[in-house]
């Protein structure tokens, strides 16, 4: 059966540096392109980062320069390093699969809150 945790979310200071962890199982996160998505308050969840099986990233313009998305395949892990947050960036953040197929909207756990406060 497929889970993801999300983690390491909280109230966060202006410029902080949190880093959230998403637990995989069910499936290795090394075989399957993994993803980082928020939801703000009223809006859309977006895409935020996504790292491929071999290790590319790619990030949102929002974000970039600010969060590095990595994983670590022996603990089956996923994670975001958060930097210079801004209050913008208050939304729950969720970890599944980059490719969001039939299956994988069976996968989104309950996310993590973050949020930034001025």
């Known amino acids: 059966q497929v889970r993801l945790v999300e983690s390491g979310g909280g109230l966060v200071q202006r410029g902080g540096s949190p880093i959230l962890s998403c637990a995989a199982s069910g499936f290795s996160v090394s075989a399957i392109a993994m993803a980082w998505y928020r939801q703000a308050p009223g809006k859309q969840r977006e895409l935020v980062a996504r790292i491929t099986s071999g290790g590319i990233t790619s990030y949102a313009g929002f974000v970039k320069g600010r969060f590095t998305i990595s994983s670590d395949n022996a603990k089956n892990m996923v994670y975001l390093q958060m930097n210079t947050l801004k209050p913008d960036d208050t939304a729950v953040y969720y970890c599944?699969?980059?490719?969001?197929?039939?299956?994988?909207?069976?996968?989104w756990g309950q996310g993590t809150q973050v949020t930034v406060s001025s």
């Open positions: 599944n699969t980059a490719q969001l197929t039939l299956a994988s909207l069976y996968y």
